[in-house]
């Protein structure tokens, strides 16, 4: 990877976003039939307000590979997990399991981050761990990251 190639690919999780919207609005639509009961119009709102947090928080992920680092955040930046480079000794596909489910989970041997979907790209760490990234684009990310952790010639 030379200095100017960097790659970048925002994944949307359609169907999650899809049923947070859905309860979003179901919420919203109970506490506007709640009627006198202000206690119930409450809760509902909090519960609308809870999903909409939850679908702005988690319902994208964006995965940037440049030079020195991976960069995996939800969102708008928050959850993010920096990888450096150099602490990345393999880079493999693989397809998850479907009880690995989406969000930020554990599963065998490290962490998932998911949006959405079952392929994903495993980075196998020198501390033995894995942190694995939930994709639609598994072969552009893992040539990506393949390509920046190879060794680079020297110049001498």
Same mark, same amino acid.
């Given at each position: ?75 708008? *930046? +928050?959850?993010? $997990?920096? /990888? &450096? ?5 393999? %880079?493999?596909? #693989?397809? =998850?399991?479907?009880?690995? *489910? +989406?969000?930020? $989970?554990? /599963? &065998? ?5 998911? %949006?959405?979907? #079952?392929? =994903? ?7 033995? $761990? ?13 040539? =990506? ?12």
């Amino acid at each position: 990877m030379t200095s100017t190639q960097r790659y970048e690919h925002r994944q949307v999780g359609r169907f999650a976003m899809g049923l947070l919207v859905t309860a979003t609005v179901g919420a919203l639509v109970g506490a506007a039939l709640a009627g006198e009961d202000l206690g119930l119009r409450i809760v509902l709102l909090v519960v609308a307000l809870l999903y909409l947090v939850l679908g702005l928080t988690f319902g994208r992920l964006t995965v940037t590979v440049d030079r020195k680092r991976v960069t995996v955040a939800f969102g708008s *930046g +928050w959850p993010r $997990r920096v /990888i &450096p480079l150099h602490a990345i000794t393999r %880079v493999e596909r #693989f397809r =998850a399991k479907w009880w690995y *489910g +989406w969000g930020i $989970r554990r /599963i &065998p041997g490290g962490w998932l981050w998911n %949006v959405g979907g #079952f392929e =994903a790209v495993r980075l196998h760490l020198d501390d033995g $761990r894995t942190f694995s990234v939930g994709t639609d684009d598994p072969e552009h990310l893992e040539a =990506a990251i393949a390509a920046a952790i190879a060794p680079r010639p020297s110049r001498y």
